[in-house]
Every structure is written in structure tokens, then in C-alpha cells.
């Protein structure tokens, strides 16, 4: 029995994916469960496997092509006992409604015959005249006085001696004439070779469909753009301590598998923030009428991946250790980098850190990841001199934070307490350990 492959809705409001790659053939005998074929969809690459076991008869789609959710994907041949028992009979073969057209002889045409060249007589040479006559330049219409040497140094160099100007008596052309036609005629030569540039052949237009990772970015960010009124708040962070607190905590738990960053520190400060200002882990719903308090602490990361910018996100933060949320970072970071990685990991998301200081730079203006109310880009972390306290001056590992703030739900003096919350528990890392359950 033939079956059609229908694909299934595999992500939340996904109506179409991209075709990354087949992992059979036409052809190929294949087992249940086994991974038929790579799609794009979501901001990740998806493993679609089969459903029975048998053999692939047809592929619906190319590399590179746009399937539809509830449309074919593959077909394959399934055999069974059922179906075995119920194979009809062949039909026998029609007859032939006609018979075949005899094929009608195409007479060939005669060719013509070519025509014979014509003879080409030869042109007589011109006579030399003699020594001290006028000679007549065919072509010249212009009678030129000089000498038979003269007249065969212009023929060797191919130069009509009309064309160039005799100095000696009644215009006569010299051999230095002939000479200096020569010297300055090479000059000109030279001169125009070092004048007419070498072009490079022109490098063609490329043209690149967008779609898929990049296409489904491009479309959120513009609505992100266009229906939520932005606005920014910046601020800096001394990071030293928290950078020694790092140290510690990977000397103690610390693995091969495992190296602690900076980041599980930063969402769980986040976290630990967001409980003293939940509006701040809110979603407004589409006709702006209703806002929800969410109750978990999703926190996304955005991750520069192998498809694109993907924001996996860590559910629950605010039950989890900072050496589970490490793992966690490490496993989602992983996951996205390759572009295969579970579409539920970036799916309910309630706020997002951008880091953007791993690649460069301190200051951004990040875009809001709609529904979220806002979003917080960190800058790369620089040694620079700072005042202590007793007025003497230290170097301190300083960080510039950037937020993006939802205006309708939050304003700046909210974000600003906030985000000195925040500040607090990074600067002074022990009131961090004590706040946490």
C-alpha cells in the first residue's frame, strides 16, 4: 500500500517550512523512526522521521523548497499482511486504438552549389623612381620629394612618408625626418598602453531568495517595530566582583562538560529582579486590552546560530541553581549554534539578554522579541580606571547594559528602578546568593 507523508503542524502558527536537506532517496528502504528529512521552521531545523517502515516511492519537494503544513511531504510503500489480501487483479492491457503513423520520408533538399572565389590578379608593383625624382604616394594624392633610401626606410617601417613633414629644402624628407616620425610615434604608443587601465572582469549580481530563518527574523522584527513604541535606557555595571565569583564557582564546579560563564549569573540576577518587579515579566495580548503577569521566569538568550538568530529560552529560572541554569546555557547554546534544536525551547519566552560584548561593542538599541516587554543587550566588558571610594583611582571590569522597554507597559523610571535591582545583585554578588531559596 502507497501512503502519503502529510506534515504535521510541528511549531505554534508555523504554516510552512524550508527543505534543508533529504536524508534518503527515491528508492530507499527505510524503518520507522528513522529521520527521513531536515526542515527550517520556527528559527530551527526540525528532524521529521517516518511513521511506518517500507519504501520510499516519491519526494515531494526539492532542496531548497517551501512545504506546507497538511500537504504531502514523501510517499512511501507499505507492505502487509491486510494489504497482500486484497490486491485486485490486474486489468488486462487495452488494445491498441490505432496504428502507429507510418513515418512520411522527408525528401532532402538539393544544396546549392558555392560559388567559385574570383580570381584575385595581382597588383603590380610600383616603380621606383630615380634618385632625386619626385615620387607619387598611392593614396596620398600628395607628391613627395626625397631619396630612395629614405623611401625604403619608410617601406621597412610601413610609414607613408606623406604624413610626415620634410625639413629639408623644398620639403624635402630626410632620413633624421623619418627618424624622429619614428622616436616620437613610439612615445604615443607607450603613453596610451600606460593610460588605458587593465579591467578586471565585471563580477556578476547574486540574487538569494530570503526564507526560512532570516525570512521569519525579518517579518517579527518589523512587527516588533512597527506596533510597540520603543524606547531605551542604558546604563553601566562594575562586574569585578561578579567576575571573581565566577572564578570560584567554576574552580568548584567546573568540568570538562561544564565551564560557567558569565551568563547563568546574569539571568539568575535577572530572575531574582524580576520577582521584585513582575511587570517586567508581563505580555500584553494583541488588541492591548488584557495584560498577563507570567509565573515562570522564562529567560531567552539570544544565540548567533548556524541558521540565523535564534533566542532559546530557560524555563523556570527561578527554581533552578546556577549551576543547573550553566548547563542548561550550555545545551541550549550548543543546540542553536548547530540550528537543530527543539522548537519548544523557543517558544514562551517572558524577557531576553542579548549579548551582544561576545562579538563587540558596549552600546546597542536591541529590538523587543514581541510579546516580551523588553530586553537588555550587554556590552563587552572593558578594563577602565574608576574612582574608589576614598577618591583613589582603580581599574574595574566596567559593562554597559542597553534596554529596549515596551512604553505602553513600562515606563523609564521603572525600568531605571529596575535595572539598578539588577545592578545591585551583579555589583554585590553575595546579596545575590543570599536572596536565592
Known amino acids: 500500500m502507497n501512503k502519503e507523508f502529510i506534515l504535521p503542524d510541528i511549531g505554534e502558527g508555523i504554516v510552512e517550512c524550508e527543505v534543508i536537506e533529504w536524508k534518503v532517496r527515491e528508492g530507499d528502504t527505510i524503518e520507522e523512526d528513522q529521520v527521513v528529512v531536515d526542515v527550517s521552521t520556527d528559527k530551527a531545523i526540525v528532524e521529521i522521521p517516518s511513521m511506518y517502515s517500507g519504501r520510499v516511492t516519491k519526494l515531494f519537494h526539492a532542496t531548497g523548497d517551501i512545504a506546507k503544513v497538511h500537504s504531502p511531504l514523501f510517499a512511501i510503500e507499505i507492505d502487509t499482511d491486510e494489504d497482500a489480501q486484497t490486491v485486485e487483479p490486474q486489468q488486462q492491457e487495452p488494445q491498441r486504438a490505432a496504428m502507429e503513423p507510418q513515418p512520411v520520408a522527408i525528401e532532402p533538399q538539393p544544396v546549392a552549389m558555392?560559388?567559385?572565389?574570383?580570381?584575385?590578379?595581382?597588383?603590380?608593383?610600383?616603380?621606383?623612381?630615380?634618385?632625386?625624382?619626385?615620387?607619387?604616394?598611392?593614396?596620398?594624392?600628395?607628391?613627395?620629394?626625397?631619396?630612395?633610401a629614405v623611401r625604403k626606410m619608410a617601406r621597412e617601417h610601413q610609414l607613408d612618408l606623406a604624413t610626415?613633414?620634410?625639413?629639408?629644402?623644398?620639403g624635402r624628407v630626410l632620413k633624421e625626418d623619418v627618424l624622429n616620425f619614428l622616436a616620437v610615434d613610439k612615445t604615443v604608443d607607450v603613453v596610451a598602453s600606460d593610460l588605458t587601465?587593465?579591467?578586471?572582469?565585471?563580477?556578476?549580481?547574486?540574487v538569494e531568495v530570503i526564507r526560512g530563518v532570516g525570512k521569519i527574523m525579518a517579518e517579527r522584527m518589523a512587527e516588533s517595530v512597527a506596533t510597540i513604541p520603543h524606547f531605551t535606557f542604558a546604563d553601566e555595571v562594575d562586574v569585578s566582583e561578579l567576575m571573581q565569583l565566577r572564578k570560584t564557582l567554576n574552580e568548584?564546579?567546573?568540568?570538562?562538560?561544564?565551564?560557567?560563564?558569565?551568563?547563568?549569573?546574569?539571568i539568575k540576577a535577572l530572575s531574582?529582579?524580576?520577582?521584585?518587579?513582575?511587570?517586567l515579566n508581563s505580555r500584553a495580548n494583541a488588541d492591548f486590552t488584557e495584560l498577563t503577569y507570567l509565573a515562570s521566569h522564562n529567560i531567552g538568550m539570544a544565540v548567533d546560530g548556524a541558521s540565523g538568530l535564534l533566542v532559546p529560552n530557560i524555563k523556570a529560572v527561578e527554581q533552578r541553581s546556577i549551576v543547573d541554569i550553566a548547563s542548561q546555557v550550555s545545551a541550549l547554546t550548543t543546540a542553536a549554534r548547530s540550528g537543530k534544536i527543539n522548537p519548544a525551547d523557543l517558544k514562551g519566552g517572558s524577557i531576553t539578554i542579548s549579548n551582544i560584548g561576545a562579538i563587540g561593542g558596549t552600546v546597542a538599541t536591541p529590538i523587543i522579541n514581541k510579546p516580551e516587554v523588553a530586553i537588555v543587550a550587554l556590552g563587552k566588558i572593558q578594563r577602565l580606571p574608576r574612582f574608589d571610594q576614598q577618591g583613589d583611582v582603580v581599574a574595574r571590569n566596567m559593562m554597559t547594559v542597553s534596554w529596549s522597554g515596551d512604553h505602553r507597559v513600562?515606563?523609564?523610571g521603572t525600568i531605571a528602578r529596575f535595572n539598578n535591582c539588577w545592578k545591585r545583585y551583579l555589583e554585590q554578588p553575595a546579596t545575590m546568593l543570599a536572596t536565592m531559596a
Open 164 to 170: 610626415i613633414a620634410g625639413s629639408g629644402k623644398q
Open 252 to 266: 568548584r564546579y567546573g568540568s570538562d562538560g561544564l565551564n560557567i560563564t558569565l551568563m547563568p549569573l546574569f
Open 197 to 206: 587601465p587593465t579591467l578586471a572582469v565585471a563580477a556578476e549580481d547574486r
Open 114 to 148: 558555392e560559388p567559385q572565389p574570383a580570381a584575385i590578379e595581382p597588383q603590380p608593383a610600383a616603380m621606383e623612381p630615380e634618385q632625386g625624382q619626385l615620387s607619387q604616394v598611392a593614396g596620398a594624392g600628395k607628391k613627395v620629394l626625397t631619396t630612395p
Open 410 to 412: 513600562i515606563d523609564g
Open 272 to 279: 531574582l529582579a524580576l520577582k521584585e518587579f513582575p511587570i
